[in-house]
Each structure stands twice: as C-alpha cells, then as structure tokens.
C-alpha cells in the first residue's frame, strides 16, 4: 500500500510544450512540490489547459506572491485625447517644413499660428472655437501652446499678418520657375457684420445677394499648390486685381519669364497691355461670349473648321500678335441645347397662362398685361428670344427663331486667346494649360467647404481679415499635400488620364473607378473602405493618447493606442510621398 503525499509544499503552474502532427500541443499543471526521505517529489493537483491564457497567467502571477486583481482595477485611465490626426497633420508640416516657412525663428507667436494651421485643417471653427478645441486633442501640447487665450491668437494672427509677404516670397522660391504658367483666379466670401472697411457689396459667389463681401485674388503653380494670396474691397471688379499680381510676380518674386493663366473676365484691354508693356509676361485666357458672336459675324470664325476636329487656330485684326485656337466639346453643346429649350419650354407655359387670362378677359391692359409678361420672360433669363405684341385687349408671343439658331450655331464654342508663340507651346497645351484652372476652382472649393470653412467672416479688423484669409490659405497648402499623399486611400484620382484630344471631357482612369464601385458595396475581408478626406482625418482621429494612473501612487504616464492597419498606412504615406511632382 503506497504512502499518500503530504498536503504540503508550494503550487506552481507548469507549461508544457510539445509538437505533434503539425501543430503545438500546450498543457498547463498545476502542481505541488514536497520532499520525502530527503527527496524532492512533484504531484499534479489539477489540469488548467482550459482555461484563456491570460487567466493562466493570472494565476501564475498569484501563485508567485505577486499581487493581483481584476485587470480593469490594476490601472485608473483619467483622460483619451484624439491624437492620431494631429500626429499625421504635425508629420506633414514638419515634412513641408511649414513653421519655418512661417518664421525662421522659434517663437511662442509662430507655435499659435501653426496651432491655428494645424486647428483649421482639423476642426474649422472661430478664433474662440479654436480655443475650446485646442484642449480636446492633442494638439495643444504637442505645440506647447496649452492655456492659449482667443487674444493670444489675436495677437498671433497680427505678428502673421506683417510677414505674410515673406511668407509668400519663400513659398514662390520653393515653386515657381522662370518661364513656368501662374495659376490666378478670383472669388469673393460674405461677411458678419458691417465694421469692416474691406466688406462691401459686390458680386457674390456665394449666392449671398445684398451681403457685404470681400474679395481675395488666389496665385497658385500649375499643379494647385497655393503660393499667394491678396484680399481685396468688396465691390471690386475681377479684371482690377490683376496688376497686383503681375506686380508680385515680376518685383517680388523675380520671375524674368512667367506665363499667367486666369479665367476670362480678368484680360481686359488695359490689363493686356499692361502684360504686353512689361517685358517676360505672357497669358492665356479666354475671350467672352459677345467676343465671339463678333467674329462670328465677321466670319472670322467659321463652323465648317468643326467638320472634321474640335480645334482650331485662328486669327484676327482685333487681337493682333495674338493667337485665338477655337474649341468645340460637342458633349456640351448638346447639354446646353437640352438646358436651353427646358427654358425656352419653361417661358412659353407661363407666357401661355398670361394669353389665356386676356382671352378670358380677367386681365386688360397694356400696361397690366406688361405688369404680367415682364416677371415671365425674366424668370427664365430667356426672355430676348421671343417676339412680344401687346395692345390692349391682346398678347402674342413668338420665338425669335433665327436668332435662337444663330446662338444654337456657338453652343459648346469656346475660345481661348494668347500671345504665348506657337514654338513654345502648341495649340493643344494651351488648351490644356488653361484647363488647370480647374486647380484654382478646387481650392476654392476647398476654403469655402466643411475642409476649411473660410465663411462667413466675422473679423472687424481689416489686418486681421487678411490674416484670416491667409491662414486659411496655409491649411489649403497643407490640405494639398495631405490629399496629394492620401490619393490611394481616398476619392481622388491617383493616375489621371492624359487625353490625347485636350478639347475631350476628362476620364476617370481605371483605378479611381474602382474606388468608385468598391464604395458602393461592402470591402471585401482584409480591406478598408475608401474615404474621404474629411472621414479619413476623423479615422485617424479615434487613435487616442491616454493617461494612465496606477492605483495608489501619484505619477501617471500616457500611452498611445496601437494604430490599426489604416491609421498606418496613412502615416507611412505621408513618410514616403515625394513632395516633388
């Protein structure tokens, strides 16, 4: 009859490890130790290979004197502050080197501009939102600006706005070239408020009729990236910015050859000879619809040159030592002949109610038969193409069909006007050139969307109304290069499609439709879902700095989450984009 053990002797777990058909075989023992007749003897009490393996080493670590608990109680978390865009934005500036574009020198003004930046590309809002939302991540002390005041950002705003020249002189050495094009276009943002001397009424782009407004003037490189930025009084004309500009990029920025590209109502007569007296400049732009009914009906411009392509060069005696190259996309031709007789269609329906109350005798007049017809042909902006007869008990209405026709004949013509010689660039890249307008249009899209939100303007200062202006000019450069790195994980077009007709409607390449259709249904197991660039950011937002307190002592420490695969990728496509295209 063997002897039983004692009940004595420390537990212990033991792991044992073994490989058999393929895979790893994990037991865990426990077991006591004891001594008998001098000898060390082992017994397993129990089998706890069930059991997670965190709970195993739970009891492990309890077995061994430690002290244990549950987990949740081992540590107090006191605070998680979004981190993961504020790290992705601050890697890019610092790539870009964007504090020292700002000022060469460290200063507690340069870091609360950065901070402004940095704020606008995250999370828009006013100075004193900004304020509120520098301590709910962590931008604040990444920049040391924590406890910044709305005046501190006031006073910031005032230090930025008396270097905003050198700001600019430095961005324009960093890309533009001698003899290389210069973006410029113009659009305007209301305002709060009426103290302002800048805010005026104007024409608005925003669709704020009767709002006071200002004006800025945007100079980009042909690729999009903003270099300057002049704000402007509120009722100016377009075409009375441009001596500003061709002044900066001649003086200032020392172009000895520079070719600028703006939209058509800035070449006016004066501006032309302006460019043309000063030694370097050229321009490409495009010549207004009255323009080109002129040399229409001096058969200038002729419809047979459409027969057989969609681009033409022409000349003039009205543009001399100019070179006119005549467009036609038929795919807007045949929007604007659909959109043209939807109004003329729109006109006649009210125009017919009006003829029929005078048949009914329930309206009479001339003068209230005039009352009746002048709000109908204005509402559809249609009105010049019918024929009106009124008297006093009778209204007629026909459409001016030779004229219509005349006008139907220009439909998707567009022409594009340049002193640019045709050995230093041919037809089809001055078409082309003057499509990367379109890079203008975008930011402004951008200053004015949910990325920057540059309106309504509540300053009432007219430096610190600049200042805004060119603080949002700043993020927009700092968006641009963020979306530029971030092309394959958002909806932008990583290898966009070179025509090899420039007057043909651009084409999305394969891979943005992809992106396109992946969007549209559920990614498939081990992909991400395609973003924006706004849902990316707040993605990357969700990766969290926590502070973490162990019980019963006083210091904390913090600790950032594990990034997952996106977040990752996001940043390391900041790390290894090349900033030269």
């Given amino acids: 009859m063997s002897r039983r053990p004692r009940a004595t002797g420390a537990i212990h777990v033991v792991t044992n490890r073994r490989q058999g058909k393929g ?24 089998n706890i290979s069930h059991l997670p393996e965190e709970l195993v080493e739970v009891i492990r ?22 981190a993961g865009h504020v790290n992705a934005t601050l890697l890019m500036a610092r790539r870009l080197k964007l504090a020292t574009l700002i000022d060469r020198s460290p200063s507690a003004e340069r870091d609360l501009v950065m901070a402004m930046v940095i704020g606008r590309v995250l999370c828009p809002s006013s100075k004193l ?3 509120r939302a520098l301590g709910q991540s962590t931008l604040a002390q990444e920049l040391g600006v924590e406890g910044a005041s709305e005046d501190d950002l006031y006073t910031a705003m005032d230090w930025l706005a008396e270097r905003q020249e050198r700001v600019e002189d430095r961005l324009a050495r ?15 943002s209301y305002f709060e408020g009426r103290a302002c001397e800048l805010a005026k009424i104007g024409y608005s782009r925003d669709g704020k009729r009767g709002t006071l407004q200002i004006i800025y003037g945007l100079l980009c490189d042909r690729h999009g990236r903003p270099v300057a930025v002049e704000v402007f009084s509120g009722e100016l004309h377009d075409d009375k910015t441009v001596a500003s500009q061709i002044t900066k990029l001649k003086r200032r920025f020392g172009l000895a050859r520079v070719v600028v590209v703006s939209d058509r109502g800035m070449v006016t007569k004066a501006n032309v000879e302006l460019m043309a007296k000063t030694d370097g400049v050229s321009w490409i732009t495009a010549l207004k619809a009255p323009q080109i009914k002129k040399l229409a009906r001096q058969d200038t411009l002729q419809m047979s040159l459409f027969d057989q392509q969609n681009l033409a060069e022409i000349s003039s005696e009205d543009y001399p030592g100019e070179r006119l190259i005549v467009c036609r996309n038929p795919l807007v031709a045949a929007e604007r002949a659909r959109k043209r007789e939807d109004l003329l269609a ?3 329906r009210e125009l017919a109610q009006i003829a029929s109350r005078v048949q009914a005798g329930t309206l009479a007049g001339a003068d209230q038969i005039g009352l009746a017809v002048g709000p109908a042909l204005k509402h559809f902006k249609v009105g010049k193409h019918f024929q009106i007869t009124i008297t006093y008990e009778r209204f007629t209405y026909s ?3 030779d004229q219509i026709d005349a006008e139907a004949a220009l439909d998707g013509i567009y022409i594009l006007r340049t002193n640019v010689a045709p050995e230093d660039m041919t037809a089809g890249d001055v078409v082309r050139s003057y499509k990367d307008l379109e890079q203008v249009e975008l930011a402004f899209r951008t200053f004015k969307g949910p990325e920057l939100e540059i309106r309504p303007i509540h300053h009432h200062l007219e430096t610190r109304v600049r200042a805004h202006v060119f603080l949002c000019m700043l993020a927009y450069y700092l968006t641009w290069h963020l979306q530029h790195a971030w092309a394959p994980l958002i909806f932008k077009d990583e290898t966009p499609i070179q025509q090899p007709d420039p ?7 394969t891979s943005a439709t992809a992106k396109t259709h992946r969007s549209a249904r559920s990614p498939r197991e081990g992909t991400d879902p395609i973003h924006s660039y706004k849902t990316l950011l707040a993605e990357l937002g969700t990766q969290t700095l926590n502070t973490i307190r162990l019980p019963g002592v006083s210091a904390t420490f913090t600790k950032l ?8 990728r996001a940043l390391d496509l900041i790390q290894t984009t090349s900033l030269d295209l």
């Fill in 346 to 348: 729109a006109t006649e």
């Fill in 503 to 509: 007057v043909a409607k651009a084409q999305r390449s």
């Fill in 23 to 46: 895979r790893e075989y994990v037991t865990h023992l426990l077991r006591r130790s004891y001594r008998e007749d001098g000898k060390v003897h082992n017994e397993t009490v129990g």
């Fill in 129 to 131: 939102g900004t304020v």
């Fill in 61 to 82: 670590a309890g077995l061994r004197g430690e002290p244990v608990g549950v987990l949740s109680d081992a540590f107090e978390l006191e605070r998680s502050l979004p």
């Fill in 561 to 568: 989450t594990t990034p997952t695969a996106l977040q990752a």
């Fill in 174 to 188: 960093r890309h533009l070239r001698d003899g290389e094009l210069v973006l410029y276009d113009v659009s305007s």
């Fill in 399 to 401: 459409r001016k069909t």
